[in-house]
């Protein structure tokens, strides 16, 4: 796994590249609670680029779900593997979810 962040005003874009997986959780969960500290509360995961997830993952969005203050949390271009994950976990209904980051941008900003 990778991760990408970009700035957009004030939007933070996580671009997650590969399989998340155990091995990563540590990483990912590192960047998001960077993230929170910091008082960034528009979050965006772009999932283009990652190939999947596993409940560690989902353990981690979840827990900073429930962090983010006044904010959001917002996930796009998901592949068909991770969709299929957020709607049988029911995750879609906690997070937004969106088919391309300029989608996103548009509803959050």
Known sequence: MRLEKLNLGEVVVLK??????????Y???????????QKK???L??????DGLDSSA???FLS????????SIAFTNLC???DRVFR??????????????EEAMASMS
């Open 16 to 25: 997650i590249y590969g399989n998340v997986g155990f091995e990563d959780v």
């Open 27 to 37: 990483t990912l969960r590192t960047a998001l609670h960077r993230l929170v500290v």
């Open 41 to 43: 509360n528009r979050l």
């Open 45 to 50: 995961i772009d999932c283009k680029e990652m």
């Open 58 to 60: 989902l353990a981690a």
């Open 64 to 71: 900073t779900y429930k962090r983010v203050k006044g904010g």
């Open 80 to 82: 068909p593997h991770v």
């Open 88 to 101: 049988e976990t029911h995750l879609d209904d906690f997070f937004r979810i969106y088919p391309s980051v």
